[in-house]
């Protein structure tokens, strides 16, 4: 009776994961990255090229782009597969199967425009919303904040002037110095807000201007956005400290 009693265990246990005869197998743990999908689920881990990824923004910061592929340069392939998997890139599938990244463009635009050769991109699914039709979709991406429609002016935009790939995003000035203030400890970096730094070059905009081509008025620049960062007049911008933070080391 024992011995019947465990197989009964057992059936109950595998039986539910048989489905017309093929077996179904938990999902993978969170280290275990499988090709991307479009019928993939929220929490699925995958790899993908970094070039099919899609952005939700219109600019990034060249010159953040550029250090960061500078970084991955110098660090062995092994650990740039190591590094890519500690920014595992969230990523919501939309209509079409499309993989719309929703934040660190920076990290994914770096892998693109460096000396590697490999171009795999480590990301997770947030969620697939591919079966929706494409208004319902895209408001249900402004709902959720994981789409920011402005362009380099932060003037309105349609999701359909949104770049088809990182490498066709354009150069955002201003987005570059918001970047070099929070390197430098002025604004402190906060993971939970999306489009963090877009909001700071809303308020960096109308008070700072320099001549970006030139490196010096640039350093001038970020000096004095240090100063307005911790003005009480940003005080309820994210991530904003009214005394300098410790320097980032990214």
Known sequence: MKLAHRMWIRLAIFLPLAIAGAWVFPRGGADEYRPF??????????????????????????????????????ISPANVISVSKQKTLPVVIGPGGIA??????????????SEIVDKTAY?????????????????KMRQSNYVLLVDSLQNPIDP??????????????YRGLVWAVEEAG?????????????????????LIQWDDAD????????????KLAHDPAAANLPGYSPTPLPPQKD
């Open 186 to 206: 002025g604004i402190a970096e906060r993971d939970d807000v999306y489009f963090q730094e877009f909001a700071w070059v809303k308020y960096f905009r109308p």
């Open 37 to 74: 999908s479009a019928s993939m689920v929220a929490g699925d881990h995958f790899t993908i090229d970094a070039n099919k990824l899609h952005p939700t923004q219109m600019t990034v910061s060249f010159r953040e782009v550029a250090h960061k592929a500078k970084r991955l340069q110098k």
């Open 215 to 226: 490196n010096a008025d640039f350093k001038r620049a970020v000096k004095a956005a240090m």
């Open 160 to 173: 359909a002037a949104l770049p088809n790939s990182l490498s066709e995003c354009s150069n955002g000035p």
């Open 123 to 139: 990301g997770q699914v947030i969620a697939n919303w591919s079966q929706m039709q494409p208004a319902e979709f895209w408001e």
């Open 100 to 113: 719309f990244i929703t934040d660190r463009h920076h990290t994914a635009r770096a892998l693109i425009d």
